[in-house]
């Protein structure tokens, strides 16, 4: 994606460039670029915003709202815990930073899944929340408020700090 931007980018100022070419041979060719180059960026821009803001919402999938209770805005994750038939895979969400009284709300694929994770951080490298949900019926949306700073489990936090920092420096 940042190719195609870089790309229009020139392109962009190279017609900038183009547009005190008003006579002359190139004048028609120069306006052409012109025209094809706004058209492409305009068309790109559009499906890149529809794509970024459109809902996610996927058929068969839990609603998760998480809800922040605490008095500082927190930074939320939400790791899927996959069980597949050899090993255990898991899928990392930022489902974004929400502030106090506020709340997001995430879709989640349970197909091969019954647990899910939320992780929530002060900042970029403190994380102060921590808690492990069991599914016990995927038809059920669940709502979790947030009341207070608890690490439910040291080992699982770890673990999970991790997958995000892993997924944090794929997405940069």
Do not use: C
Not at 5 to 22: D, E, M, Q
């Amino acid at each position: 994606m940042m190719l195609i931007i870089f790309t229009l980018f020139l392109a962009l100022v190279i017609s900038l460039f183009l547009s005190k070419l008003k006579r002359g041979k190139g004048a028609e060719w120069a306006k052409l670029f012109r025209i094809v180059t706004v058209v492409l960026a305009v068309s790109v821009f559009t499906y890149w915003f529809i794509k970024k803001s459109s809902v996610g919402i996927v058929q068969n999938s839990l609603a998760l709202q998480v809800i922040n209770k605490l008095p500082q805005t927190l930074d939320f994750y939400v790791i899927n815990i996959n069980e597949a038939e050899n090993a255990a895979t898991r899928e990392v969400k930022h489902i974004g930073t929400i502030r106090p009284e506020y709340y997001r709300i995430e879709y989640l694929r349970m197909d091969k899944s019954d647990e899910y994770w939320i992780v929530g951080y002060l900042g970029k490298k403190n994380l102060v929340y921590f808690s492990q949900h069991s599914v016990p019926n995927k038809n059920i949306d669940q709502v979790i408020e947030i009341h207070n700073y608890i690490n439910q489990s040291m080992k699982l936090s770890d673990t999970a700090k991790k997958q995000i920092e892993a997924y944090n420096h794929e997405k940069m």
